[in-house]
């Protein structure tokens, strides 16, 4: 089976800690680990998250002013190679030594018309509170957006369009390579009026560029690992359900939050509509069971309505 795996940023790391390095590098093991058991069987491709990679790098650029700081599309770009680079590294340490890893630099197209230019919701880097916040918006003229109790710079999230480097992924994949791509979205891209691409300043939301990968891989499954067990309707109140299966067309992804949440379901909503195959979210610790078919909430057109665990 192929699958597509669509790590969150909880495996790489976990809201509150400190961005080191031996933090990410000691939660990409645990999510290898989980990932580890299942590459024997299946064909696997592996897209993550990087929003606080970006932002902390866009940090450090901003603390050296003698250049002007790199774009968050050239960031995209470091964040792949680095976030790649210790996946394939911990995976290696797990799997057989004639196992095979590429990491590729993903460019994704998006169109430069998109309405999320004009109203920015992805949330990137490390919380502030409500003053350092207001002082980031002042001085560097960001868009700021609570989360949780604290508050987050958010930058514009165009869907995907198309993923450039697909023919190489497949080749890999056909070779028997783990392949990691289009790490945190994807690296945004456009066409100028010249008919050039380059790179723009937006973040691709990392789930939906999942489904179209799996779509273009042509994939059995699309995995989209998280913190929790399932989606939950009336999360957080005495009468929430977790959703065990559902119809695409059952779901609706503006009834969760848009910033967790709302872009997996939509994701998963895209991916089973427009292939017909199954999308799945769920808990990283239960990769096994679900790729088994025993865990996670599956979403499918072979389902009617919504069905709860």
Not at 89 to 104: C, H, K, R, V, Y
Not at 131 to 150: F, L, S, V, Y
């Amino acid at each position: 089976m192929r699958i597509v795996t669509a790590l969150g940023g909880n495996a790489l790391l976990r809201r509150g800690q400190p961005l080191t390095a031996e933090n990410q590098r000691a939660n990409v093991r645990v999510a290898c680990e989980q990932l580890a058991r299942i590459m024997p069987q299946h064909e696997v491709v592996i897209a993550h998250g990087n929003g606080p990679q970006v932002g902390l790098l866009a940090l450090q650029g901003a603390a050296y002013e003698e250049v002007e700081p790199y774009p968050l599309d050239v960031l995209g770009a470091q964040t792949e190679g680095m976030i790649g680079y210790v996946i394939e590294q911990e995976l290696g340490n797990l799997l057989p030594a004639d196992a095979s890893f590429a990491t590729i630099l993903t460019q994704v197209e998006v169109d430069a018309d998109d309405p999320a230019f004009a109203h920015p919701t992805k949330p990137i880097g490390p919380v502030y509170t409500r003053e350092q916040a207001d002082r980031m918006a002042t001085d560097k003229g960001w868009a700021i957006a609570p989360d949780g109790d604290m508050f987050r710079r958010v930058v514009a999230s165009p869907r995907p369009q198309r993923v450039f480097e697909i023919r190489p992924i497949k080749w890999l994949l056909e070779k028997g390579s783990v392949v990691i791509c289009a790490g945190g979205g994807g690296i945004p891209t456009v066409y100028d009026d010249n008919g050039q691409l380059r790179g723009v300043e937006a973040v691709i939301d990392k789930d939906y560029c999942a489904a179209l990968l799996a779509e273009q891989v042509e994939a059995d499954l699309l995995l989209i690992a998280t913190d929790v067990d399932g989606v939950y309707v009336n999360w957080g109140k005495p009468d929430q359900q977790v959703i065990a299966e559902a119809a695409p067309d059952a779901l609706d992804a503006d009834q969760f939050a848009a910033g967790s949440m709302g872009p997996k379901v939509g994701a998963a909503c895209r991916y089973a509509s427009r292939t017909g195959g199954t999308a799945v979210i769920g808990s990283l610790s239960d990769i096994e069971a679900i790729v088994a078919g025993h865990a996670g909430t599956r979403v499918s057109t072979q389902y009617s309505g919504v069905r709860y665990r």
